[in-house]
């Protein structure tokens, strides 16, 4: 990824796709919402503090990378952090259940231009052909325009 | 939280969920059927819970829940969330949720102008 700092705020980098692959009317309904965020509105609405306000659990996560490091880290294990402890949130048991694939090999995503994408029982993507981080084991989700959490 | 989960898992045949045979293991995997509803919405619609969360309970889902897989890119946020305050016995609201039981520094709705003055902007570029 390239990374230039022009100012002070979150870069992110969209990779024009439009003469690529052309949305079809059901991913176009799932990706804006009904279009209600369509992006053909021509405006960055994530910076609007009316949808900052909002309850959007899916889109307006706002937070900081320590709290999100944090959260992965209560998945994996218990955490000290500056002696400050917090017991895991999830068993192990439970952790290893919800990262198990429940996709069928190959099966198209209907929303998602019909990749192969693979989701497991608790929602996380897991190690595939569609989602190479790491190695086997890696649960997270790839955002839009590549944020990625692991 | 083990002792919560089974409890969750208990409560979920009185939710609206298995009115529609949609299991929580469907939803969470995204195989409810449900990515998006059938109306045409505005950016007021889907700031507003209780609408989202009703459509979205009205809508027929677009396949037979469990057989297929699709991305719920935003109902997955509002399906969720709306399992969550009915499953809790505070029946807090999702943002709330996250902050008391998983981290008081992770906001979904921000709660107050202090908050907002520390939100960084994103900024977009299309990159060929």
């Known amino acids: ?18 003469n690529v692959r052309p949305l079809s009317l059901v991913t176009d309904k799932a990706l804006s919402c009904s279009g209600a965020f369509s992006s ?15 309850e959007i659990p899916a889109a307006n996560g706002i937070t900081n990378a320590r709290s999100l490091a944090r959260i992965y880290s209560l998945l994996i294990g218990d955490v000290d952090e500056n002696g400050k402890k917090r017991e895991r949130l999830l068993s192990e048991k439970i952790v290893v259940e919800a990262t198990k694939n429940i996709t069928p090999t190959g099966e198209p995503d209907r929303n998602w231009y019909d990749f192969p994408t693979t989701f497991a029982k608790g929602g996380f993507q897991i ?8 190695d086997e084991g890696v649960f997270g989700f790839t955002g839009e325009n590549y944020l990625l959490m692991i | 939280m083990e002792n919560r989960y089974k409890k969750f898992v208990k409560n979920i045949n009185q939710l609206y969920f298995s009115l529609k045979n949609v299991t929580v293991g469907d ?22 819970w209780s609408r989202m969360t009703s459509l979205l309970a009205a809508q027929k889902p677009h396949w037979e829940p469990g057989t297929a897989h699709g991305y719920h890119a935003y109902t997955f946020g509002y399906l969720a969330g709306e399992l969550i305050r009915r499953v809790d016995p505070q029946h807090r609201s999702c943002g709330q949720f996250i902050r008391d039981e998983l981290d ?12 907002e003055a520390r939100v960084s902007p994103l900024i977009l570029q299309t990159v060929s």
């Open chain 2, 27 to 48: 939803l969470l995997a995204h195989r409810a059927g449900l990515a998006f509803v059938d109306e045409e919405l505005t950016t007021e619609d889907a700031y507003d």
């Open chain 2, 104 to 115: 008081n520094e992770f906001y979904v709705g921000v709660p107050n102008d202090e908050v």
């Open chain 1, 1 to 18: 990824m390239i990374e230039r700092i022009k100012s002070r705020g979150f870069h992110v980098f969209q990779v024009d796709t439009s």
């Open chain 1, 127 to 134: 190690y595939s052909e569609y989602f190479k981080i790491f």
């Open chain 1, 40 to 54: 053909g509105k021509g405006k960055m609405i994530y910076n609007d503090p009316q949808f900052h306000r909002a």
